[in-house]
């Protein structure tokens, strides 16, 4: 499968702009006539589809720079479908500076209890880093894919994928730890950006699976939705573990909402969507050999870790467990911002030059091909064995 079949995915969404247009707007619309009704529920809405499809798309535009640092060969074809997840950065930043704007609606800073705790809380330096932050991390992704199509990328992809786990840590510790003055937590910010990636891999996968020809590669995107299902299962037990064995009452508080009725099932569900769940259903061979079985998968994990965010962020506010107009219309409306923009993303990525050999750092001998040396295909990516093109 050649890179310009698979980023015809893009594309051939475009053609379709007018009805992805209509669901934008359908949702922009169930949001605001949910807005006069509960307006703190709708714009902490808007908060929770932010913090899940900004690290989303984040995530996704990078995968490919992770997997060139682990020295892997095998994105070639699939990598462009991923990197136009970029054209993702302008829709997070004006959602950022919209929140930014209409924070007294519904954050919690306004408590007397934070008063007094200097500069760093400060809701308008709040935003500035995070702002800040946000943007240094789509200049360093534009970066590394402007790079890699030029057969490079290896510093670019070091300073992107450190600077994605910094940004995304500084936010979960600003917008959502944030929203709790008495709750902190060392461990949170890692496993954030670490269910982060596990998102971007199962929207990675959702994207390219269901054109994808080579039972290997549906196998690797496979054991990479199984490993970082596992890493973020890991993460939230060591963060879990230290709050129960301690007993330590900064951080109990946390647990106690979400360990108890009315969460209590809510937590249960993610038990079986993101931790236990995935690595259930994968170990298994028959699923991860199959492509209609790895896209329910990544869809499934998709759907559980927006219930994750959820479930981050309503409890600490006093919200009740129920999804309602404002949470459903508000991911309608980034679901749709999110393929538009990267339909048009994936129009300034057509052919390119360079050779994934050389974005891996290793010798294009090490990448045979029928008619020896490193093919590239029309994606600027290096086709090896059966994805070399005679």
């Given at each position: 499968m050649s890179?310009?079949?698979?980023?015809?995915?893009?594309?051939?969404?475009?053609?379709?702009?007018?009805?992805w247009a209509v669901l934008l707007a359908a949702g922009l619309a169930a949001w605001s006539y949910a807005l006069p009704a509960d307006a703190p529920r709708a714009w902490r809405a808007v908060l929770i589809n932010f913090i899940y499809f900004c690290p989303l798309a984040a995530g996704m535009a990078l995968w490919p720079a992770i997997v060139t640092l682990a020295r892997g060969r095998w994105t070639g074809p699939y990598a462009p479908t991923a990197m136009a997840a970029v054209g993702f950065g302008p829709v997070s930043l004006a959602t950022l500076a919209v929140l930014w704007r209409c924070w007294p609606q519904w954050a919690t800073w306004s408590d007397p209890a934070r008063q007094g705790l200097g500069f760093w809380l400060d809701p308008n330096f709040i935003f500035i880093r995070d702002l800040a932050s946000l943007a240094v991390l789509w200049v360093l992704t534009l970066w590394f894919i402007c790079a890699r199509r030029r057969g490079g990328g290896g510093v670019s992809s070091v300073l992107a994928v450190v600077w994605f786990c910094l940004a995304f840590t500084l936010i979960a510790g600003d917008l959502v730890m944030g929203l709790d003055v008495h709750w902190y937590s060392t461990l949170f910010g890692g496993y954030f950006f670490m269910s982060a990636l596990l998102t971007a891999v199962a929207g990675w996968a959702l994207l390219t699976l269901w054109r994808m020809t080579e039972l290997q590669r549906v196998r690797d995107m496979g054991?990479?939705?199984?490993?970082?299902?596992?890493?973020?299962?890991?993460?939230?037990?060591?963060?879990?573990?230290?709050?129960?064995?301690?007993?330590l009452p900064q951080e109990v508080r946390f647990v106690t909402v979400r360990m108890n009725p009315p969460w209590q099932l809510i937590s249960v569900v993610l038990l079986a969507t993101v931790y236990v769940g995935p690595l259930a259903l994968l170990i298994w061979r028959g699923v991860k050999w199959?492509?209609?079985?790895?896209?329910?998968?990544?869809?499934?994990?998709?759907?559980?870790?927006?219930?994750?965010?959820?479930?981050?962020?309503?409890p600490t506010v006093g919200g009740r467990p129920v999804v309602g107009l404002a949470e459903l219309g508000m991911a309608l409306a980034f679901i749709s911002a999110m393929v538009l923009s990267m339909a048009v993303a994936a129009r300034f990525l057509g052919p390119s030059s360079g050779c994934a050999a050389r974005v891996a750092g290793v010798s294009p001998a090490r990448f045979p091909t029928a008619g020896g040396g490193c093919a590239t295909t029309a994606g600027g990516d290096c086709a090896t064995g059966s994805e070399a093109k005679p």
């Open positions: 890179s310009s079949e698979n980023m015809a995915i893009l594309p051939g969404l475009m053609r379709r702009w007018w009805l054991n990479l939705v199984l490993a970082f299902s596992i890493l973020t299962t890991y993460m939230m037990f060591s963060q879990l573990l230290p709050i129960w064995f301690e007993n199959h492509r209609l079985p790895m896209m329910l998968v990544s869809l499934y994990v998709l759907a559980g870790t927006w219930i994750e965010r959820w479930w981050e962020v309503t």
